[in-house]
């Protein structure tokens, strides 16, 4: 079980024999064909790897995977290649990637169950294009929707701007067909809302980052398409006076609130700077913003009264400084444009440091005061960026770097910023990863914030799944303490 993984370079009839399981056209050498594959979102890590595999069909899936276990060679999955935390890039050249993007294929579309069966390498907007033709949402929706994958977005367990209505990835998953080290497929495309035979492997593979098996397939929830959806762009003067506005929200609309996205000037400013064609919505500037949507089953004009009822109250209140109701779905489409191109936004203006944290809802507040003050006391001129899914308690707290500043020696210090934010949110009950998952980026601190018991148990799952270690080494668990002890 505690079998070394190999220190060099795969070697050339590994990469001949795992080659011609999938054939020549979708093994990539080539190392131009290869560089994408290599290069992630945040440029933290440079992948290493002298073989893409792209297969074709679940078979050669679990060809590939018996293979890797016989010759010991380890697999790294890969989707869209969206992942913030490096769990999908190759770490040395004994890795492969193993690309799902070639299993694209929507297997089926049942109006009756409100399910569909897709493939792992089905693109998030494709999904949702499919449902839509089906007459149907499926409401996963993150800023990466065009690039990532349904396999990456269960793999990761994403979250996104609709989990305040919906729920995670996890929520929205029935069934799933999977392949594990060692090539054994595990068919559980089922499309039942009930099943308590015992535990729940679906739920186990979900969130375990490639880890545990390779996804190949999953069985998806369907939604009804709302009627109407009205969007609102809010501002004011504090995150208590958003958390009041939420409050209200969620009990005027309740399940009608289908998103709450709270974002503060500066990431505005940014946006404004470095989007061709964004605009602020509100006429005048506003310490803080709210991006709220209300969704109606019945009629575009029930949504709207629901939102105008909550805003005149909130206004009355005197929580809301000034908002505008989107009055077209171009407006709309502005306003959301203004939320998701933050997280690009923030690229031009030099270094960031990120954090995907989240604490209980009522103590955001409390979470943006402590943790602004002990940043701002650490390092003058620090530039935060905290925005996100305010509704879920999740906020990213991104740090950009000082007017000025060194990147290098800014990035230098992602350590003890991340130490000072990391802290606040352990004291406040949260977790420092709430929707991004843990991959390279926050395994050791994965490992120092949980009790031994629970670091044992997840070990002890991952040796029962992987017992060679070849899936996904050094992702979320360090590679070299695989053991099963209860201690
Ligand atoms: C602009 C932007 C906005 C984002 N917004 C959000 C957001 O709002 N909410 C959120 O939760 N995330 C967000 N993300 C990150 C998010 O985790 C990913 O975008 C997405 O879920 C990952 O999907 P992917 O297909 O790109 O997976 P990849 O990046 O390719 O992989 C991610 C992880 O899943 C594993 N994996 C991939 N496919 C499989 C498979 N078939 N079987 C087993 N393991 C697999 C990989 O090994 C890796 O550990 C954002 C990313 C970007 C770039």
């Known amino acids: 079980m505690d079998t070394p993984l190999p220190a060099t370079a795969i070697s050339k009839d590994i990469i001949a024999r795992l080659s011609a399981i999938v054939g020549p056209a979708h093994a990539l050498t080539d190392p131009e064909l290869i560089a994408p594959y290599v290069r992630e979102e945040r440029d933290l890590y440079a992948g290493r790897t002298l073989l893409v595999l792209r297969p074709g069909s679940v078979e050669e899936v679990s060809a590939i995977m018996a293979l890797a276990q016989e010759t010991r060679t380890p697999i790294v999955p890969q989707g869209g290649n969206t992942g913030l935390v490096g769990g999908q890039s190759p770490r040395s050249e004994a890795e492969v990637v193993l690309s799902l993007s070639r299993l694209n294929r929507i297997r089926d579309v ?173 006429s005048q500037p506003h310490e803080w913003y709210v991006l709220i949507e209300i969704s109606s089953a019945r009629s575009a004009e029930d949504a709207r009264t629901t939102l105008e009822e909550i805003l005149a109250d909130a206004f009355e209140a005197g929580d809301v400084e000034d908002a505008a109701i989107a009055q077209s779905l171009s407006d709309a489409a502005d306003f959301w444009r203004m939320r998701e191109e933050m997280s690009w936004a923030q690229k031009p203006e030099g270094g960031s440091i990120k954090h995907d944290v989240s604490v209980p809802v009522a103590l955001v507040p409390t979470f943006l005061d402590r943790a602004g003050a002990a940043v701002l006391a650490a390092m003058p001129g620090a530039r935060i960026v905290s925005f996100g899914h305010m509704g879920d308690g999740n906020i990213h707290y991104n740090i950009s770097q000082p007017v000025g500043a060194d990147k290098a020696a800014f990035l230098a210090r992602w350590g003890e910023m ?37 670091m044992s148990l997840m070990h002890g799952i991952k040796a029962l799944f992987d017992p060679s270690g070849i899936l996904n080494p050094g992702k979320l668990l360090q590679a070299d303490v695989i053991r099963v002890d209860q201690g």
């Open 110 to 282: 049942d109006p009756a169950g409100r399910t569909m069966v897709v493939e792992a390498g089905v693109v998030l907007s494709a999904a949702q294009r499919a449902a839509d033709e089906a007459g149907f949402l499926f409401p996963l929706s993150l800023g990466a929707e065009g690039s990532c994958q349904i396999g990456g977005n269960l793999a990761s367990n994403a979250g996104g701007t609709n989990v305040l209505a919906y729920g995670n990835t996890r929520e929205l998953c029935l069934g799933i067909e999977a392949v594990l080290p060692g090539g054994g497929i595990y068919h559980g495309l089922r499309r039942l809302k009930k099943d308590n035979r015992g535990y729940d492997l679906k739920d186990l593979l979900i969130g375990s980052e490639g880890t545990l098996a390779v996804i190949t397939a999953a069985v998806l929830r369907l939604f009804p398409r709302p009627a109407g959806r009205e969007v609102a762009y809010v501002g004011l003067s504090s995150p208590q006076a958003a958390l009041r506005l939420l409050k209200l929200a969620e009990g005027r609309a309740g399940t009608q609130l289908t998103a709450f996205e709270l974002m503060p000037r500066i990431g505005m400013e940014f946006t404004i700077r470095h989007t061709t064609g964004a605009r602020d919505p509100l």
């Open 418 to 454: 991340n130490a000072i934010v990391h802290g606040i949110v352990a004291e406040l009950g949260g977790s420092f990863s709430a929707e991004h998952g843990i991959g390279q980026l926050k395994r050791d601190e994965l490992a120092r914030s949980k009790a031994g018991l629970e």
